[in-house]
């Protein structure tokens, strides 16, 4: 039998494991996400596609707003507020689907190009779509965080699965930081 | 589950058949609705990508994920007890001395596979003129080659280290058993849809892909780029899992500086597999979807540039080779000691020169491009640091054969495949500076000489060291030792007739021979060497055999091993029993010296801490 501190332990060493590991899934996956930067700089270099500046600029503040309570969920339930928690995750949710529908509902049918009409339309739709997989798969990590917070499933020492999740959006957030200007601001039209 | 369906691999196969078919009737349905009519490619793209997962359901990959998903525990990996028996290997195990055997027959599996691809287009270059294959079929066959072997080999160097690192440094399992295993099963249903290709069409551009050629080869090309994609992802996880293991799961007091070549290796390793591997998989995905929605990425015509997959694609490809021949470098100095009884010269500047070559292997991609029509102010920079791989690698040299000096060798088997391994490296190692080299590179680009160049490096720095490596720990494995006499053959037939091989395919590269061509002029006069390297070519397949009977045979009538066979320091060795119980370590172990002090007195490596009370 083990004792309640020697559990304890053990868990310490497993979810620093799990932080490592974690980190370097971040660290691999943003290898995909540099190697779409140096296609768009390598294929456009100083121009910039087409694109709607009004929407690009509210659907990067909803990312960003979005990362905020994606932090405040985590802190929430670390000090076992759990219906603060259970608010903000299904803000950062909402957040995150708002963002989807701005890029892929209205962007990619705003942009005046297809994904065949030339190396905008193929940096464009590839980036964007490229992270906009990875905001889905964290809205779907969300949900799941959310739906399991429901069930009662979550305590200040134990809530790995919440600070991943909200890593993990946050990881996707600084990489809109990223594609954000590279898309929109830098270069001419 | 009972009868016959308690072997997973049989609900795998199913699962993967029903997510194929789903998949094409998936895409060919949104397609009707849409009003438009059937089409092979995407159809059987999304058809290949979902039936690896449907694998991976029908395994029950996922089982545990999808109740961690829906809130349920599930029992931690230590407290599972499976039934021991053979089935094991044939299902789902987290048990990382499983997995590890489970990658070794598929990577040999892959390996026959390969090998044989490589001996049907040896035989048609035999003679000038066509004799046996169609173009196409030729085309497919050297790029299949190439691709299976690749996947072969990654396979290989995770069976290595899914077995060895846990043991030896002293941990219970892999940081993540369940990811491990899902690792494993993901690269199974990837090699069948890379072998898959060779019935959807084939394809004409080589392991390379190289757009625009591979814009328009057949649909084969497809299967090719998902079976890469799924075998990468593979490749990521497990080297994720890999480094997390090394740097939090060793035993007590194994400080970094004490931790064996071969961890260093797999560390190395895995830092460039972690990272360098998303390059290949993206630059495939964007030909993919240049195929699929017609996104100009590498098409000049639309505004794209195919240089700029070759950036990409090297970014990996290049590193890739020092994924390849790390582990087997590490496996030359981690087993040289143990047949040498003395000391590794040089600890830590061999642990160094592993992660030398992992760094200074991330900026020499574009030396595979002096002839592409790159910036040509980028050539002589990628020279110099592709020179720079050579410092690294020749501190391992020194420390080996330092090493060897005065030392007591015992000339076991595996130490026979040590020493093949080193002189072979050494042959690929020396061809490699003319090819680094920019005003001798133009000359060779693309021709035999490359062929040579890299089989000797593959050889040395992995297929010698995975022999000498499935020789050491088989007894680990199966408890039984393998026959000395076969092994020995199989070292004597696969040194001269690689050698003869290797050397062969320089010498007419260097006449002009160029890669990739299933044809050439006789008047060039090379059909006589061509003949040669062939029969050398059979003779390292038939050494092949000659281990794989070995291998099967001794499994049931090998000379039965209980105790430390090899007399190795390391605590797989001294401290479990052979064969190696389901956990490791059933009591925790401390490290109180250095792993590689052989014949020096009184030192000590490892000791077995008391059972703690209580526990």
């Known amino acids: 039998m083990t004792t309640p501190e020697a559990a304890l332990t053990t868990?310490?060493?497993?979810?620093?494991?799990?932080?490592?590991?974690?980190?370097l899934f971040i660290l691999s996956d943003s290898f995909v996400f540099a190697a779409l930067l140096v296609t768009r700089f390598y294929l456009l270099g100083d121009k910039r596609p087409h694109l709607e500046q009004e929407l690009g600029l509210i659907v990067t503040s909803v990312l960003l707003i979005s990362s905020f309570f994606a932090n405040r969920a985590e802190v929430q339930i670390s000090k076992g507020n759990r219906k603060g928690f259970l608010t903000s995750i299904l803000i950062t949710m909402l957040l995150g689907i708002g963002f989807l529908v701005g890029v892929v509902g209205f962007e990619w049918r705003l942009a005046p190009f297809g994904p065949a009409d030339g190396p905008e339309g193929a940096v464009f739709f590839m980036m964007t779509g490229m992270h906009a997989f990875h905001v889905l798969t964290g809205v779907i990590f969300l949900f799941i965080v959310f739906r399991n917070g429901l069930k009662g499933h979550y305590s200040p020492e134990k809530h790995w699965a919440v600070e991943a999740a909200a890593n993990y959006w946050h990881f996707v957030d600084v990489v809109w930081i990223f594609f954000y200007p590279a898309l929109y601001l830098i270069g001419s039209l | 589950m009972k009868g016959i369906f308690s072997y997973g691999i049989l609900r795998g196969l199913i699962g993967q058949a029903i997510g194929w078919a789903a998949g094409i009737g998936l895409v060919t349905g949104i397609r009707a609705l849409m009003g438009l009519a059937y089409k092979a490619e995407p159809a059987w793209v999304v058809g290949a990508a979902l039936g690896i997962i449907g694998f991976l359901i029908g395994i029950g990959a996922f089982r545990d994920w999808f109740a961690w998903a829906k809130g349920e525990e599930t029992p931690d990996p230590e407290e599972i007890h499976e039934e021991p028996g053979v089935k094991r290997y044939f299902g789902y195990s987290l048990d990382h001395k499983v997995i590890g055997v489970q990658y070794a027959f598929l990577s040999l599996f892959l390996l026959v596979v390969g090998g044989s691809f490589a001996l049907i287009f040896r035989v048609e270059l035999v003679q000038t003129g066509m004799q046996w294959v169609t173009l196409n079929f030729f085309n497919t066959l050297i790029g299949m080659h190439g691709m299976t072997l690749i996947v072969s080999i990654l396979m290989g160097i995770s069976a290595m280290s899914n077995y060895a690192v846990p043991l030896l440094i002293g941990a219970r399992d892999m940081a993540f058993p369940r990811l491990n295993a899902f690792s494993f099963w993901l690269a199974v249903p990837a090699s069948l849809v890379l072998?898959?290709?060779?019935?959807?069409?084939?394809?004409?551009?080589?392991?390379?892909?190289?757009?625009?050629?591979?814009?328009?080869?057949?649909?084969?090309?497809?299967?090719?780029f998902v079976a890469v994609f799924f075998a990468g992802w593979s490749s990521i996880l497990g080297a994720l899992n890999l480094i997390v293991t090394i740097l939090r799961m060793r035993a007590a007091g194994m400080k970094m500086f004490r931790m064996p070549i071969f961890a260093w290796a797999t560390l190395a390793t895995s830092i460039i597999a972690l990272t360098a591997t998303q390059l290949i998989g993206t630059s495939f995905q964007m030909v993919s979807f240049e195929r699929l929605f017609g996104m100009g990425f590498f098409n000049a015509a639309q505004g794209g540039n195919p240089i700029l997959f070759q950036h990409l694609f090297w970014f990996y490809s290049h590193p890739a080779v020092y994924i390849f021949v790390l582990p087997g470098l590490g496996i030359i100095s981690e087993l040289l000691p143990v047949f040498v009884r003395k000391p590794l010269f040089g600890y830590k500047w061999v642990a160094m020169s592993s992660l030398g070559i992992a760094l200074v292997g991330f900026l020499v991609w574009a030396h595979h491009m002096f002839t592409s029509g790159m910036e040509e102010y980028l050539r002589v920079p990628f020279m110099y640091s592709t020179l720079l791989v050579a410092v690294p690698t020749g501190i391992k040299f020194f420390s080996w054969v330092a090493t060897m000096w005065m030392g007591r060798i015992r000339f076991q088997v595996p130490m026979l495949f040590l020493i093949g391994a080193i002189i072979v490296f050494l042959m690929g190692g020396l061809s490699g500076p003319p090819l680094g080299t920019v005003s001798t590179n133009l000359h060779m680009h693309d021709s035999y000489f490359v062929v040579g160049h890299f089989h000797a490096t593959m050889f040395g720095g992995f297929i010698f060291p995975l022999f000498a490596a499935i020789y050491y720990w088989y007894p680990k494995v199966t408890g039984r030792k393998m026959n000395d006499l076969l092994g020995k053959i199989h070292f004597y037939l696969l040194t001269p007739g690689f050698l003869i091989m290797s050397f062969g395919q320089m010498q007419?590269?260097?006449?002009?021979?160029?890669?990739?061509?299933?044809?050439?002029?006789?008047?060039?006069?090379f059909e006589t060497a061509h003949l040669i390297i062939t029969i050398a070519g059979f003779m390292v397949a038939f050494s092949v055999l000659i281990f794989l009977i070995n291998l099967f045979v001794s499994a049931k009538r090998g000379e039965v091993v209980t105790e430390n066979v090899?007399?190795?320091?390391?605590?797989?060795?001294?401290?479990?029993?052979?064969?190696?119980?389901?956990?490791?370590?059933?009591?925790?172990?401390?490290?109180?010296?250095?792993p590689y002090d052989y014949g020096l007195k009184g030192a000590r490596y490892v000791e077995v801490l008391p059972q703690q009370a209580g526990d």
């Open chain 1, 11 to 23: 868990y310490k060493q497993k979810l620093a494991n799990n932080r490592l590991g974690l980190w």
């Open chain 2, 195 to 224: 072998v898959s290709a060779i019935f959807t069409g084939g394809f004409d551009t080589g392991w390379t892909g190289y757009p625009p050629l591979s814009i328009r080869a057949p649909m084969g090309m497809q299967m090719f």
């Open chain 2, 508 to 525: 007419v590269g260097l006449l002009g021979m160029r890669r990739r061509i299933a044809d050439y002029d006789p008047a060039q006069g």
């Open chain 2, 566 to 594: 090899w007399q190795s320091r390391s605590p797989e060795w001294t401290v479990l029993p052979t064969p190696a119980p389901m956990h490791n370590y059933p009591q925790p172990i401390r490290v109180v010296g250095d």
